[in-house]
């Protein structure tokens, strides 16, 4: 089955202690990006990537980081989360930038 | 910058009527444009979507209609089912597709009523 796969799908953490969200996708899909979700403000872009090796920031990257070593993952990494990072985050695919994009179930992430 | 908007919040439909749900977009150099469902708990879902050249596309029970001139769009879902339940949201591309990025509106959320 086709699908973008997030870990963990809930997150509790404290302050300052570095986290990783994992995705990965099965499409062979080129494009991959990370999105949060905030009540009132829709979806944002994190960091996205056309390829492997190949990342760049969206709109709000701050306070983020990622990595596309091999083409099915992108992960995110939050190196010192801090309250204001706590939210619903998406990894999203797709075979060409911007079109059709296939979402994953979301990681709730909550940083204490 | 650049923005999204749904014309309604809510939108409360009774079980086999139509479905309406509208979107409005800011740039009118905007060329592609997706619609997607949420259901709670879960990642968006793609549903449709439509380019610049065209006015109309037609799914499975669903329709977008797309008037460029207004800058507005729509969602045409057929004989709703409770199953349509879900928050709706269109995103329409902002710049070219390799370089460009797509702009989600807060969404709609439908009701559909037994």
């Known amino acids: 089955e086709a699908q973008v796969t997030q870990n963990p799908r809930y997150l509790i953490t404290v302050t300052g202690k570095k986290l990783t969200v994992t995705c990965s996708q099965n499409?062979?899909?080129?494009?991959m990006s990370w999105y949060r979700q905030d009540p009132g403000l829709g979806l944002r872009q994190i960091y996205y990537?056309?390829?492997?090796?190949?990342?760049d920031k969206g709109d709000v990257p701050e306070g983020y980081k990622v990595s596309r070593k091999e083409k099915r993952n992108f992960p995110l990494i939050l190196e010192s989360p801090s309250p204001n990072q706590t939210s619903l985050y998406f990894c999203a695919s797709s075979s060409r930038t911007n079109e059709k994009l296939f979402f994953g179930s979301g990681t709730q992430l909550s940083v204490l | 910058g650049e923005s999204v908007g749904l014309h309604l919040p809510t939108l409360s439909v009774q079980e086999g009527d139509n479905s309406i749900i509208n979107c409005a977009y800011s740039?009118?150099?905007?060329?592609?444009f997706i619609w997607y469902k949420q259901e709670s708990g879960k990642g968006p879902q793609f549903i449709i979507d439509?380019?610049?050249?065209?006015d109309k596309r037609q799914g499975q029970r669903v329709t977008v209609l797309l008037n460029k001139t207004v800058k507005h769009l729509s969602l045409q879902i057929a004989a709703t089912q409770p199953g349509d339940s879900a928050v709706y949201f269109c995103?329409?591309?902002?710049?070219?597709?390799?370089?460009?990025?797509?702009?989600f509106g807060q969404g709609t959320t439908l009701q559909v009523k037994p």
């Open positions: 439509i380019r610049s050249n065209m």
């Open positions: 740039n009118s150099a905007s060329d592609y």
């Open positions: 990537s056309m390829n492997v090796e190949v990342t």
């Open positions: 995103a329409p591309l902002l710049g070219s597709s390799n370089t460009g990025k797509l702009i």
């Open positions: 499409m062979n899909h080129e494009y």
